[in-house]
């Protein structure tokens, strides 16, 4: 069965350090990858997808992702974080040939100002 | 603004006594799905519609049951609730047409008494 593993469960940095969300996916096939974001009291949204093409992909709000294909996996980086990044990331995955996404168990961040 | 809408935001019920989540959508997406959500862990699908088309995953008891009486709604029943069935309950909504990235409403917290 397919699984997605988000190996951070908590991680608290201070304002302009880097971040880095690390997301392994087990599926050999072709997949779709996605982050998304939680913010407090609000609900899921996109932050970047990946389908194909270049496996740097970029988001809002300045966060990137790259995919290698060879390691099955998907971080989620920026370079600088912000205070406002404080929330909930949840790296999910979808088999290309069926609408099912599966969904790791999240990261959650918090930004220290 | 075209989106996913969730109805209760907060619904309090009895164990044992049935309750019905509801969801809308204006993005006409041929896709809607429900997840179930619980504290620290990753958004668990229960099922999906493709168009009407119901898709039950297999670990899905039998306690939940769905409705789609149109592309634009989709109602989450659950026949007996039990205290393991409190949880955040979202819906979500993708389109082929659209790489099939997912919407998702603001999710119904689910208390059971």
């Known amino acids: 069965a397919q699984s997605v593993s988000q190996h951070n469960h908590h991680v608290i940095l201070s304002e302009a350090a880097s971040l880095e969300l690390g997301c392994n996916y087990s599926?050999?096939?072709?997949?779709?990858l996605f982050w998304y974001v939680q913010y407090p009291g609000q609900h899921l949204q996109l932050l970047l997808k990946?389908?194909?093409?270049?496996?740097l992909v970029k988001g809002i709000k300045g966060f990137e992702a790259e995919f290698i294909k060879s390691k099955f996996s998907f971080n989620l980086r920026k370079p600088s974080v912000q205070w406002s990044d404080t929330a909930e990331y949840f790296c999910?995955?979808?088999?290309?040939?069926?609408?099912?996404?599966?969904f790791g168990t999240g990261t959650r961040l918090k930004v220290l100002a | 603004d075209a989106m996913v809408i969730q109805n209760p935001r907060y619904q309090v019920t009895q164990f044992g006594k049935p309750v019905t989540l509801s969801c809308s959508q204006t993005?006409?997406?041929?896709?809607m799905y429900w997840y179930q959500q619980k504290s620290s862990q990753a958004p668990k699908l229960l099922f999906h519609?493709?168009?009407?088309?119901?898709?039950n995953e297999a670990d899905t008891p039998d306690n939940f049951q769905s409705r789609r009486p149109n592309t634009s709604f989709c109602f989450l029943d659950i026949r007996s609730p039990g205290l393991g069935d409190a949880a955040m309950y979202l819906c979500?909504?993708?389109?082929?047409?659209?790489?099939?990235?997912?919407?998702f409403g603001p999710g119904t917290r689910l208390t059971v008494l």
């Open positions: 993005l006409n997406h041929n896709v």
């Open positions: 979500a909504t993708s389109s082929f047409q659209d790489k099939n990235e997912q919407f």
């Open positions: 599926y050999g096939g072709t997949v779709n």
């Open positions: 999910a995955v979808r088999d290309s040939g069926t609408y099912k996404y599966i």
């Open positions: 990946y389908f194909s093409g270049d496996p």
């Open positions: 519609y493709y168009d009407k088309d119901f898709n």
